[in-house]
């Protein structure tokens, strides 16, 4: 795969996610303005609730934008590794506002418990009823956005989706409770309105470990390391792989490998294997945006002679034997 088509290649799985997230954030502004006048017009804290669940995915969905503009930028001397990881800062920021912005609307869900409620219109069941509907088509479009361009950004928004889905059927649960059981049930509301502050509380939680882990350099998913490692071993003159190091920055990968090969090659001959590895790697894996690869002698090929008083000591090539760009 030449440079320019793994260029335009990561340029189609931005515009793709980068749709994915635009139309979310759409669909989330409209639904907000409809639930929380909703909320308003019939004081249902529930819908209120669910409003500001919409809201903050509102934000969540306006900062990942600027976030993959930002990481689309090149590399510059400030920045070697690029600015992949916007994605990541940007989530554990809006993570924390959503957290945040949850125990306000418990806060005032609880002090508000027992106080006069109003029968909820009709028309509120309306608004649940269609949240729901369009909360579930968004899923199901993003996971099919996320499944075809790998972007774990995206399948995690889209299940974030669902999340509100169920939320909504617990709005709309809610909701009807009251409509239909009169005034004696208006505690039901309430109830919905606690359930989707704890949805939301517990997709913050969710949103800032992930994105926590991700600035922490985690491991990839094993199941990833592993094609990467077999890919390598594929490769003629790698006799093992001693050490891979697979890191996730925004919907990209970074990967350090360290591959065993024949002691006594050239530098030369050596240096041209860690390219190949290198190549089929970026090759194969349209998700890493580059590949560190290290070479290591392996132990059981033509091992060197130890040192001697006769010789003086010898270099060994596993104290830093070469690095592949």
């Known amino acids: 795969m030449q440079s320019g088509d793994r260029h335009e290649d990561r340029d189609a799985v931005y515009r793709d996610v980068t749709r994915a997230a635009g139309f979310g954030l759409l669909a989330n502004c409209l639904l907000a303005a409809a639930k929380l006048a909703g909320g308003i017009a019939g004081q249902s804290f529930a819908l209120i609730a669910d409003a500001i669940n919409s809201l903050g995915d509102v934000v969540t969905t306006i900062v990942v934008l600027i976030a993959f503009r930002v ?10 590794y690029g600015h992949t990881r916007a994605e990541g800062i940007a989530a554990s920021n809006v993570a924390l506002l959503i957290i945040v ?23 509120t069941l309306w ?24 972007s774990t950004a995206i399948i995690a928004n889209a299940w974030d989706h669902r999340g ?65 490692r077999s890919a390598a071993l594929r490769v003629e003159g790698v006799a093992d792989v001693e050490t891979l ?67 003086g000591p010898q270099s060994h090539s596993s104290g830093n034997p070469c690095q592949v760009r």
């Not at 990481?71 to 070697?80: I, L, N, R, T």
């Not at 912005?101 to 028309?123: C, F, K, Q």
């Open 71 to 80: 990481a689309q930028k090149p590399a510059d001397p400030e920045h070697p």
């Open 101 to 123: 912005s949850a125990v306000l609307v418990a806060w005032e869900t609880v002090t508000h418990l027992g106080a006069p409620r109003i029968m909820p219109p009709g028309w």
């Open 127 to 150: 608004v649940a009823g269609i949240n729901v509907v369009v909360k579930e088509g968004l899923y199901h479009y993003k996971v099919r956005v996320g499944r075809r361009t790998g």
């Open 164 to 228: 509100d889905a169920l939320c909504a059927l617990a709005v709309l649960a809610g909701l009807s409770a009251v409509r239909w059981g009169g005034p004696g049930l208006a505690w039901a509301d309430s109830a919905a309105s606690l359930l989707v502050v704890g949805a939301i509380v517990w997709s913050g939680v969710a949103l800032f470990r992930r994105s926590g882990s991700e600035l922490m350099d985690v491991q990839a998913e094993p199941e990833l390391v592993n094609q990467i």
């Open 245 to 311: 190091w697979v890191r996730k920055s925004g919907i990209e990968y970074f990967a350090d490998i360290h591959i065993e090969v024949d002691a006594e090659m050239t530098v030369a001959r050596g240096h041209r294997i860690g390219h190949d590895v290198k190549d089929r790697l970026m090759h194969e894996f349209s998700a890493l945006r580059d590949v560190l690869v290290h070479l290591e002698p392996h132990p059981h090929i033509h091992p060197q002679p130890p040192p001697s008083a006769a010789t």
